[in-house]
């Protein structure tokens, strides 16, 4: 299952060609991360796999190690929000890589569900560390984490162009 | 009346001392601003002041002329969108004095609604002139837009520190 | 006299009808009144104004409490950085008002000089508070720095549109 | 052989763990690509590759197909621009690999020249397509473009985490 996170797009995401810019794309990619993996008192409802406490003087905060992105059409304004399909590539023993496709949005949809299957604008994989805020290096995923986790575990994302 | 908007923080708004950068505030407002008075294919439902056609081949756009803002109170990042109070201060013959106050938000609230009176985060006006996209030159408001807009005329928004 | 300082543009700041869009203009003003008013390691020699130590541990830094802008002429991307003509208009007790042009730059130019007198592309004022970093508290404006920025104190900038 | 471009940062690189943030790395990058590649009237002379006309009524423009990133050390604020270290990967027939390494700057530098193998902040790949303005698609990498560019094709980048 991914978890299917909408991401309000801004007028000024657009570059001079009129579209999302492609910088601009991981902007959007990283408040769907940010949505799914950060508790966050202001949340209504926790996402399921939000077990992460950051902010200072939390535990762990994490570190951006690899990106990988693919654009595949060209992304116009729209008030509907988009919809990111979220989802773990793989765990390792201290990282994760996280999917995402970046779809057209609803007005509404659920949380937790499979793929649509329709094409994306973007496909892109990024690799966090874990890591511990008071030594500064990574620390290993806990139990508690994998099984937050684990029921949105899939086949890791394939690039078409490498 | 105001009209109340709502408009996502992102987390990249932040700025290195942890708050929404006072730069980031005018972009929160832009978003405010083109969701009240633009018309656009993809809303569900038009705001009551959207009769502004843009885009390519609208026969209108918009000129920012002017900017006013006092900032208040350091906003933090939250989940939950704020809430943008929006009105108009002054109808002139091109131009208008859009005001507005960014407050705390709430899951859900009335799009047209009095104040609240809280005190908010940042209150600012800007000053847009209406633009003939083929001339290039200011333009006459039309009568049906000071229809549109004659429900959200409020007193002009005024600071406290000159 | 006034600080010239150059200012480097990036594409990334034309929004979609291809200007430097109205919020970044306050985004460049920012970075030029940081590299004027900021000790900073790094800099080869430090600007004659930059007798404010920030950062982690730092003893103070500063609150934007106000802005105003007004918005003279569209500017197109260039390579050439932007020239900021950047003088205090007035030093309070414990807050300054920062007052700014923006020019087209040049190759090379002095970093005190008098205006040109040519016709800006926006001009605008912030008024920042000073702040003790270990209360949180506005604090008064030194002796010291009231010495190093008299050199660039000068008539406060008047808007022609209020 | 690299070009070797100076980029300068802004403070609002930044984000809230007060280094620059993982999305806005690609940003330095892109401004980077396009001092490299855009012929633009501004520039003082020309960058040797710059051989891609753009802007409205260009005949060519391109688009962004895929990028890839490796994050090796973190970058905090700093006043001497980065040095962008820039070459050719790979040449197809419509497409082309831009590598970068991201390095501390220095006060001058010379514009083409071989790498000095210090660790980089950062390491990536851009495949850009080139495309005909007037069809939209794809097109043909021209002999004086091939030509224009062979003096900065080195190996293409390789990256530690896959």
Redesign the interface.
């Given at each position: 299952m991914r978890l299917h996170i909408p991401v309000?797009l801004?007028?000024?995401d657009?570059?001079?060609?009129?579209h999302v810019?492609?910088?601009e794309m991981?902007?959007l990619l990283?408040?769907a991360r940010?949505?799914a993996f950060w508790k966050?008192d202001?949340?209504?409802e926790p996402w399921p796999t939000a077990v992460i406490e950051t902010g200072?003087g939390a535990p762990s905060?994490t570190?951006?190690?690899?990106?990988?992105?693919?654009?595949l059409r060209p992304l116009a304004?729209?008030?509907?929000p988009v919809r990111v399909e979220l989802w773990i590539g793989k765990i390792g023993g201290a990282s994760l890589d996280v999917c995402y496709e970046l779809h057209d949005g609803a007005?509404r949809f659920e949380r937790l569900a499979p793929t649509t299957g329709d094409e994306p604008y973007v496909r892109a994989v990024t690799?966090i560390v874990l890591v511990d805020a008071g030594t500064g290096k990574p620390r290993r995923i806990s139990a508690e984490e994998r099984t937050a986790w684990e029921g949105i575990v899939e086949e890791p994302l394939k690039?078409r162009?490498r």
């Open positions: 309000s801004r007028w000024s657009l570059d001079a060609y009129q810019n492609n910088v991981f902007g990283q408040e940010i949505t966050h202001d949340a209504e200072p905060h570190f951006v190690a690899h990106q990988e992105i693919e654009y304004y729209t008030r509907t007005p690799t690039f162009r």
